[in-house]
């Protein structure tokens, strides 16, 4: 009994073992890959800083105390301009507190709309939990009025004060109002007239700008992009979304780019944490690591004579001196990936603190191929 074979079907094996293949491979890049408004910010499309001064009311005794001037002569000109006359004198401002409001308004804010604001307290209050801030207007760079806020506060700490303890949990003189101001009036940007849009990256990279740009004409179908330097992509908008830019926006915000970047190793010395990047490489170098510890410790010892020898007492000194050295063997490590480098360190038997010292030390040697940065 012959059996028939079939050519094809070893063709159709083969031809799906090889599309698993370039699966595998697409998405691994994919897995890299990153959006354009996550790694880069549009000229013009950005928040604007407000901030204000005001008082915070209704606290439980936990406001400014009586040397606190500017908060006695903000009371004071507020009740004035309601019709109350007050002595400056017999005020005692603990329920009251002087703020600092602050917000971030969108550009595309318009009258009417909410957002909410940080209020934090200017003078030596202790606490701000319960207090309702008063009718506090927001101004821009430029001092015009863009915002009106109000409301009562949530705070996210607690503090209590004794005669002999105290508890504080987070921070009791910050607080936040959700919707709290008012846009009382829009920032004037005309979006859709601009003729051109200014791209910036967030981390700088001839590389990734580029490839930025690239992407951009590719899915424009023109020259429309083109890095002009470093950290920028100008693109100039197609005639097909003059006036109209927020389909273009929307169309090259989400185009997928594999962000490119230097090797950095940084390491922060005050909680030993240290970071490295997936393009740090370490030639072939030998570690030695270990700890020397030297003991010198002084002793005293009174030399008596005898009953009726006529002698005399003399203190002598007894040095006793030791060291002891961790022996550790010279490890060679040859990091051509990351993963490498680290078990390399890990085979050492290294604690972040050592590890700080090695990297310094492989810098200093030129064996180490990326930037160190200390913070």
Same mark, same amino acid.
């Given at each position: ?10 063709? *159709? /094996? ?7 293949? *370039? ?10 890959? #990153? %959006? ?9 499309? /950005? ?34 301009? =309601?019709?109350?006359?007050?002595? @400056? ?44 801030? *008063? ?13 009106? #806020? @109000?409301?009562?506060? +949530? ?11 105290? #508890? ?46 690239? %992407? ?19 693109? +100039? ?23 490119? =970047? ?66 550790? /063997? ?8 990351? @993963? ?10 290294? +604690?972040? %603190? ?22």
């Amino acid at each position: 009994m012959f059996m028939k074979s079939y050519p094809h079907r070893a063709a *159709l /094996r083969l031809a799906a073992a090889a599309f698993a293949l *370039l699966l595998m491979f697409l998405m691994a890049g994919v897995a890299d890959a #990153a %959006r354009i408004k996550d790694i880069a910010s549009f000229g013009g499309v /950005r928040d604007n800083q407000l901030i204000g001064y005001g008082l915070v009311v209704g606290l439980q005794g936990t406001g400014d105390k009586k040397d606190s001037a500017f908060t006695m002569r903000t009371m004071v000109s507020m009740l004035e301009k =309601m019709g109350v006359s007050v002595d @400056q004198k017999q005020m005692k401002p603990k329920n009251v507190a002087a703020v600092m409001v602050t917000a971030r308004m969108p550009i595309s804010s318009k009258p009417g709309s909410r957002m909410d604001v940080t209020v934090s307290s200017l003078g030596d209050a202790t606490s701000l939990l319960g207090g309702v801030l *008063l009718q506090t207007p927001l101004k821009g760079v430029d001092g015009k009025i863009y915002a009106l #806020a @109000q409301g009562s506060m +949530t705070i996210g700490g607690f503090s209590i004060s004794g005669d002999t303890a105290n #508890a504080m949990k987070n921070i009791s003189t910050v607080g936040q109002i959700p919707n709290g101001a008012t846009v009382e009036r829009g920032i004037p940007f005309e979006f859709n007239s601009m003729e051109r849009l200014v791209l910036s990256m967030n981390a700088p990279d001839f590389s990734t700008t580029q490839q930025v740009a690239s %992407r951009l004409n590719n899915s424009l179908g023109g020259n429309f992009a083109r890095a002009i330097d470093i950290s920028t992509v100008e693109l +100039t908008v197609p005639p097909d979304f003059r006036g109209n830019l927020v389909p273009l926006m929307a169309s090259i915000e989400n185009i997928e780019v594999t962000p490119d =970047m230097a090797a950095k190793v940084v390491v922060d010395e005050k909680t030993g944490t240290i970071v490295l990047g997936r393009n740090v490489r370490i030639s072939r170098v030998a570690v030695a690591h270990g700890n020397l510890e030297v003991l010198v410790q002084e002793n005293f010892q009174v030399s008596q004579p005898g009953a009726f020898s006529g002698g005399q007492t003399v203190v002598t000194p007894n040095t006793q001196a030791g060291g002891s050295e961790e022996n550790r /063997r010279l490890n060679i490590i040859e990091g051509a990936t990351l @993963q490498e480098l680290v078990d390399g360190l890990n085979a050492v038997g290294a +604690t972040p %603190r050592d590890v700080i010292s090695i990297l310094r030390t492989i810098k200093a040697s030129g064996a180490l191929h990326a930037t160190l940065e200390v913070i």
